[in-house]
T-cell receptor, first 113, second 115 residues
């Protein structure tokens, strides 16, 4: 079983739709959580950190449930430019300065006109 | 842009050769992590450098090694290249203060092809 699991998709949605991505992680010692976005053949870019209280950035809302070891990302009013692979990422630090990011395989989103 | 740079952009090597990849971290960052991303997969952690020392390592053999320099830039060296080493190699920089570690920002990557 992978340490971070995501539905690989693809998710094909029309412009303006709301889409939700889910992710589970297996290591309860995980310390911090992120969503990254990766365009084809480009580097991952930090979309947002995920906090236990939930956080929102414009059309994007992230939630963390530590008890269920579950992370989610909601995108409202999808734009064509949202088409990308969304990577669920867990920071399993060893303590001190070490922070090892564990990535899911990513969920591909294709927003259709 | 993140301010993290990597060189070269692309590289083609032959099996058995050695390769060195380079990374310059974002200004103000003191930690560099290296990741390998095979096609269709998420990035896999190779190792991290902090204060010029390896500070955490993933499940990669010793032929993957690295360095960090006083200016926080870093190198990834891979010896005895194998076909499966073909991947996108990503460098990420972050700022670590005491026990706290902050978000990681990625460079554009080096695409390595081993033939």
């Amino acid at each position: 079983r992978k340490e971070v699991e995501q539905d690989p998709g693809p998710f094909n949605v029309p412009e303006g739709a709301t889409v939700a991505f889910n992710c589970t992680y297996s290591n309860s010692a995980s310390q911090s959580f992120f969503w990254y976005r990766q365009d084809c053949r480009k580097e991952p870019k930090l979309l947002m950190s995920v906090y236990s209280s939930g956080n929102e950035d414009g059309r994007f809302t992230a939630q963390l449930n530590r008890a269920s070891q579950y992370i989610s990302l909601l995108i409202r009013d999808s734009k064509l430019s949202d088409s990308a692979t969304y990577l669920c990422v867990v920071n399993r630090g060893y303590g001190g300065a070490t922070n090892k990011l564990i990535f899911g395989t990513g969920t591909l989103l294709a927003v259709q006109p | 842009e993140t301010g993290v740079t990597q060189s070269p952009t692309h590289l083609i090597k032959t099996r058995g050769q050695q390769v060195t990849l380079r990374c310059s971290s974002q200004s103000g960052h003191n930690t560099v992590s290296w990741y390998q991303q095979a096609l269709g997969q998420g990035p896999q952690f190779i190792f991290q450098y902090y204060r010029e020392e390896e500070n955490g390592r993933g499940n990669f053999p010793p032929r993957f090694s690295g360095l960090q320099f006083p200016n926080y830039s870093s190198e990834l060296n891979v010896n005895a290249l194998e076909l499966d080493d073909s991947a996108l190699y990503l460098c990420a920089s972050s700022l670590a203060r005491g026990l706290a570690a902050y978000e990681q920002y990625f460079g554009p990557g080096t695409r390595l092809t081993v033939t």
